[in-house]
Antibody, heavy 113, light 113 residues
């Protein structure tokens, strides 16, 4: 069974950058279209970004378009989210998921001065 | 763009049955699969239903999913309610014509009395 594990969260100042990673436990990782979903404190789930199995197609929500970039390295079973020009409203727990039956445990990103 | 609307909260007594609805605003609920996620306080989401009515391994058969074209809604039904079922529940679906294509409902807080 594939398990997803996020890392890379932390405290960053507005305007700063951060790269999140999501590692999978086995090679079935490469068969999944994968997504980043976030949850601001006390709020619901919000869609962020998507990448298809071999990275040929990516999609970003309007709220992060031009600032966040999703990518993956199937040889390392790892998904990434490069976040730049961070804003206070990006503060959230970020989850990776296949939106079918796999979710990670989340990593907290706090954007604050 | 379509929206998935869920009741803000539902409550029911332990041992009873509860149904959580998820109504699609435009387009047919049957045009793409609906997933349901459970999120207990302080935890990551987990999938309790995918592809409308498929349970991941480990999810008890007390959980069932369905769609109803007449009301353009999906439903998650939990029978024999247990205290551990108390959680937030989110529906999610997809439409390639939507921006973004992946859409989450606002979530329903289930309280088990």
């Amino acid at each position: 069974e594939v398990h997803l594990l996020e890392s890379g969260g932390g405290l960053v100042q507005p305007g700063g950058s951060l790269r999140l990673s999501c590692s999978a436990s086995d090679s079935l990782f490469s068969s999944y279209t994968l997504h980043w979903v976030r949850q601001a404190p006390g709020k619901g789930l919000e869609y962020v970004s998507t990448i298809t199995t071999h990275g040929g197609y990516t999609y970003h929500a309007d709220s992060v378009k031009g600032r966040f970039t999703i990518s993956r390295d199937n040889s390392k079973n790892t998904l990434y989210l490069q976040m730049t020009r961070l804003r206070t409203e990006d503060t959230a727990v970020y989850f990776c998921a296949n939106l079918r039956d796999k979710w990670g445990q989340g990593t907290l990103v706090t954007v604050s001065s | 763009n379509f929206v998935l609307t869920q009741p803000h909260s539902v409550s029911e007594s332990s041992g009873k049955t509860v149904t959580i609805s998820c109504t699609r605003s435009t387009g047919s609920i049957a045009s793409d699969f609906v997933q349901w996620y459970q999120q207990r306080p302080g935890s990551a989401p987990t999938t309790v239903m995918f592809e409308n009515n498929q349970r991941p391994s480990g999810v008890p058969d007390r959980f069932s999913g369905s769609i109803d074209s007449s009301s353009n809604s999906a439903s998650l039904t939990i029978s024999g309610l247990k205290p551990e079922d108390e959680a937030d529940y989110y529906c999610q679906s997809y439409d390639s014509n939507n921006q973004p294509p992946w859409v989450f409902g606002g979530g329903t807080k289930l309280t088990v009395l």
